[in-house]
Nanobody
């Protein structure tokens, strides 16, 4: 069974940057898209960014211009570069690999805390 492992989370000051990484435990032959989601305390999980197998990207309005999603097909990894971080970005960030529109794999999450 495929497992996803996120890394790169931590504590950062407002205006700072973090780079999240997600790696699959084994090769995935077919991927519909890959993405990052986040869940803040007391809130529902929300989409942050996605990238398709053809490298088309999509971002939540709240992170456009600040976050960049990318992937390395050879390494089967997905990244999220987060710049100009705000306190409202504080959440647990989860990576997701979709095999189809409705099925896929989730990571365990990595905590991102933006605070002075």
């Amino acid at each position: 069974q495929v497992q996803l492992v996120e890394s790169g989370g931590g504590l950062v000051q407002p205006g700072g940057s973090l780079r999240l990484s997600c790696a699959a435990s084994m090769s995935i032959l077919s991927i519909y898209d890959m993405g990052w989601y986040r869940q803040a305390p007391g809130k529902q999980r929300e989409l942050v960014a996605t990238i398709t197998n053809n490298f088309r990207t999509n971002y939540a309005d709240s992170v456009k211009g600040r976050f960049t999603i990318s992937r390395d097909a050879a390494k089967n990894k997905v990244y999220l570069q987060m710049n100009s971080l705000k306190p409202e970005d504080t959440a647990v960030y989860y990576c997701n690999y979709r095999i189809t529109v409705t099925t896929g794999y989730w990571g365990q999450g990595t905590q991102v805390t933006v605070s002075s």
